[in-house]
Structures are given as structure tokens and as C-alpha cells.
């Protein structure tokens, strides 16, 4: 068997006989490196995997809550970070539209907070009204702060949106 070139570190490595298709060398980093990128790749694949993952991963920060409190503690340096990457995740998530609270319904999850500009219309999308074949009837035009939490506020915002 010949020298390999590891996939996480670069440098020259023999591959054990035992494990022909070996891409990274035995060093810890690698090791991690390779199994990190083995659940990216079956999270992304495998929806039951994603989900006990997910479910696994709530149990133990509900068991675990001061962790991170004691952790960003420890590594102040980690805050800012975290933040930035959190940003960029709630981005993608929100480009996906699939942001959401865990606890808040379906519903909510497409329609940021803030200020928006509301057309009054039918309950759920149903047309009311005059022109009732239209999709949505405009009635009343409003604008506003609204919280993303108040359910009314959003089914319209949304409306509006697929309009
Ligand atoms: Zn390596």
C-alpha cells in the first residue's frame, strides 16, 4: 500500500491495511475532522438521524443550561464570535424560510417583527366581500409595529406576502 495524502492535515500518511478507502491520517485533529464531516453529510441525508440528533442535543442543553453561561464566561473571546456566525446562520435559515421558534406555531415562521405594511383581508386568505373571486380582497390598508407574535398581525402580513 502506498502513501496517502490526509484529507484534514495535508501530510503524507500510510494508510492502515484494514481500511483501504482510509482519506485522513490517525492524527486526533484528523480523526475529528473526519467524523465531523461524516455527520454533516448524514444530517444532511437522513432526516431521522437530523431529527434524534436535534431531539439529543435538546435533552442535554435542557439538562445542561449553564453551560454556555459558564462558557462564555470562561471565553470571552467566544461571544462576539458566536454572535457574528449565529447572524449568518439565522440568514441562511431565513433565506430557507424555515426560522422559527421552537415553541411558536408554523405560522409565525416566514414573517420577521418590525414595522410592516398590512392589507386587512379575509380570514386565512379566504376572499371576502366584493370581488371575492379575487384571492384576497383589500379593505383597509394600516401600517404599524408589529410583533412577529401577534397571530393576527402575521396571518395578514403573510397573506399579503403571497399575494
Ligand atoms: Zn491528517
Known sequence: ??????AGCGKA?????QVPEQKYCGEPECRRSRRRSWQQAKRRKDADYRDNQARAHRAWAEENSAH???Y???HPEYVPANCEKQHQRDRRR???KVLAKMDSSKLLSAVPSGTLSLLLVGVEGRAVGKGAAQPFVKEQEQEGNFDALG????????SVALQ
Open 1 to 6: 500500500m502506498e502513501k496517502r495524502r490526509c
Open 13 to 17: 500518511f500510510w494508510p492502515r491495511p
Open 94 to 96: 431565513c433565506a430557507a
Open 68 to 70: 454556555w453561561q459558564v
Open 151 to 158: 397571530r393576527e398581525a402575521v396571518g395578514i402580513a403573510r
Open 72 to 74: 462564555r464566561c470562561g
